[in-house]
């Protein structure tokens, strides 16, 4: 393993990612030991001291462990820390899997339908007015990485708007994830700006305080993303 050359960034972060990546993507597997200290600074070209303290970030992350007499081994999936950013944005970057996808669908199905139904109920002027300008920001997108901007900020001033502090920290954590599904979703689509609709029935309903109505135009949005994606990739189920 060659420590990646480039980039501003320290050896400290450079060595968590470049590990972090390799862990993640399955370049090393579940139960591989990686090298003693030693050759691992020497590959890397980072002191040991460097490389003691990214090793104790990437463990703390959950991605490897330090036994006695068998040293540093990658940890089974089962033990990441899945909800932390450089976790998430690892995995993204290792081109999602259908298993990932439906993963995050099954997310936004337990989360959204709550959130809006909150946003009906509590939102403030000023947020419908942040959810309202993400929606036309949406409609004059004149590409696709503008519209998924533009749509992640959508989802993030609807969980503003519960006014729960908790919900919106949860965006915060998964926003990786989803600025990635949002894309694949939207370049699977014949117009990336399809579920336009569904985000004005869902704006509609909290503007006219309607939790109900806002639950069912969210499942009904998260179901034709996932119907949109499984035919863009040829792949159905029953």
Known sequence: MALKTGGARNLHARVIEEIGESIVSGV???????????????QMSVSRTV????????????????RQKTGMRVRDPAHWNHLDADVLS???AAMPTEDFVEKLVEMREIIEPAAVMA??????????VAIGAALDAMEDA??????AAADLGFHDAVLAATNNELLSSLFSVVET???????????TAKNFKYSLPHHRAVYE????RRPNEAAVAMRTMIADSRANMRKGTGKRRA
């Open 177 to 187: 994830a989803l600025a990635t599904y949002f894309v694949m979703s939207a370049r």
């Open 28 to 42: 090393l597997r579940p139960g591989e030991s990686l090298p003693g200290e030693s050759q691992l600074a020497e």
């Open 119 to 128: 946003a009906a109920r509590r939102r403030s002027p000023d947020q419908l």
């Open 205 to 208: 309903a909290i503007r006219r």
């Open 142 to 147: 004149p590409d696709l990485d503008a519209w």
């Open 90 to 92: 690892w995995r993204c």
């Open 51 to 66: 490389l003691r303290e990214a090793l104790k970030v990437l463990a703390a992350k959950g991605l490897i462990e330090t």
